[in-house]
């Protein structure tokens, strides 16, 4: 079997948050995409692993932010190799709450979501989520998995499901 073909599936990047013990927290995602358009119904895929997928699972709600080729890389880093339990993602960074959702104002555009159902896969949680609000908050380009790993060079986090070893 050769994996690259599954790796070549398209996929952005983004950050997706939440609230974790009363304060703004998230991670690095590149699993996100619209299941309907009437609601508008959002898929999110985290791994269990991570403290994001708990405080999703504790709050119910979540934040898409939809990350440009003009981001500054560190923010991916951030969010995607450190973990929300041990760290402070949001230092240095005064989050914009839109729908009472902690959103990052480096963000191109933004999704908020009300967690209506989950789905558990061996390391996954996939979160439906139904669409409260969203907006566009600059005119960048939106960052591919592809040209983040073939531009900035990144790599992928243990967590994710394209992580290869």
């Known amino acids: 079997m050769n994996k690259q073909a599954i790796f070549n599936l398209s996929y952005g990047v983004y950050v997706i948050t939440t609230w974790g013990d ?3 927290t998230g ?3 590149n699993c996100a995409m619209q299941i309907t358009a009437e609601p508008a119904i959002i898929a999110v895929s985290i791994n ?8 999703i699972k504790d709050k119910g709600v979540f934040a898409i932010n939809i990350l440009g080729e003009n981001v500054k890389p560190l923010l991916i880093g951030t969010f995607g190799f450190k973990s929300g339990r041990d760290f402070n993602k949001f230092e240095g960074i005064e989050p914009l709450i839109k729908e009472m959702l902690p959103v990052l104002p480096d963000a191109m555009s933004y999704i908020t ?6 789905v558990e896969t061996p390391t996954h949680t996939i979160f439906l989520g139904k669409v409260t609000d969203c907006d566009v908050l600059n005119d960048d380009k939106p960052m591919t998995y592809d040209y983040y790993h073939k531009v900035i060079k990144g790599k992928s986090p243990k967590n994710a499901p394209t992580y290869q070893g």
């Open 48 to 55: 269990h692993d991570n403290y994001t997928n708990e405080c």
């Open 113 to 118: 979501c009300k967690v209506i159902n989950s």
């Open 27 to 29: 991670c690095t995602a």
């Open 22 to 24: 009363g304060k703004p």
